[in-house]
């Protein structure tokens, strides 16, 4: 079975995009914690 690099390369990307996703989503409740115990 050979490497398929563009299929790598796609599941790759669309992998880093959901954790891009949860990254950001984690920061925002993140900064509203923050912006809570501020006040």
């Given at each position: 079975?050979?490497?398929?690099k563009?299929?790598f ?7 880093a995009?959901d ?16 912006m809570?115990?501020i006040?």
């Open positions: 079975m050979a490497f398929d563009k299929k390369l796609a599941r790759f990307i669309d992998e995009n954790h891009i996703k949860q990254l950001n989503a984690g920061l925002l409740i993140l900064e509203k914690i923050l809570i115990k006040r």
